[in-house]
């Protein structure tokens, strides 16, 4: 796991602003996650849009979910009675919209990118260059004053390839730093670059089932065989 601290001076790239306020440069840790590696044949393009995202699961502190839906267009979306996520354009050039609702308070907001074959990309990799297919991305950053972690986490490779270190397919932010210790009830606007794979994000490395597993398994067959010579 890798520890960044984004620069002030990138805060255009790195700023989550609540819609009719002023921006603050406030600090973002971001964290990649490397141990888990999936993989795609190939990334579509350069550019990626709310409807592309279809799929993709919204989770807010860990229990509230909902799951990416196309809104009519480009537009695309999560919606649940806590919140909405979304964004109606390209993620490069669009900033993407979170509303928190009445009586929901968000500490942590969750993408998973793996059901809607959408992936995070990064301004900058941890082995230097693009993933091909990704080019330029942008990292996500914080709102108000204090701080905000953003972990990239299940890292993608293109199948055959080593991973670059710039496209995740997972991405979880934690507001507990924030003044107030999260977002409350309102509007805000975040930037943070996808782009989408072509085939099923799928392991490199599946995890095999453990030794007890198939101890288990075995000894579940020998019921099931006595049991069709007592029939017998």
């Known amino acids: 796991m890798k520890f960044h601290k ?49 799929g993709m699961v919204v989770t807010a502190n860990g229990s509230s979910s909902a799951t990416w839906a196309a809104t009519g267009g480009s537009s695309g979306a999560a919606n649940n009675s806590d919140f909405r996520v979304g964004l109606g354009g390209d993620s490069f050039n669009t900033s993407w919209s979170l509303r928190v609702k009445q009586g929901a308070f968000l500490t942590s907001l969750m993408l998973d990118g793996v059901p809607g074959n959408t992936v995070f990309d990064l301004s900058t990799s941890t082995a230097g260059g693009s993933t ?16 905000v972690t953003a972990t990239y986490s299940n890292i993608v490779a293109l199948t055959g390839d080593s991973p670059v270190g710039d496209i995740f397919a997972k991405l979880t932010l934690d507001f507990t730093g924030l ?44 019921i099931a065989a006595m049991k069709r010579r007592k029939k017998a």
């Open 6 to 54: 984004l620069k002030v001076g990138a805060v255009l790239a790195a700023t989550l602003t609540m819609l009719g306020g002023a921006a603050h440069a406030v600090t973002v840790n971001l964290v990649t996650d490397d141990s888990n590696v999936l993989t795609t044949d190939s990334l579509t393009g350069f550019a990626t849009d709310g409807a592309d995202m279809v």
């Open 132 to 147: 091909s297919g990704s080019a330029a991305g942008l990292d996500f950053a914080a709102p108000g004053s204090g701080t």
């Open 179 to 222: 003044a107030g210790g999260g977002l409350g009830r309102g509007l805000y606007s975040f930037t943070q670059d996808t782009d989408n794979a072509s085939t099923k994000l799928v392991p490199v490395n599946p995890v095999p089932l453990p030794a007890a597993g198939w101890m288990l398994l075995a000894g579940l067959g020998g």
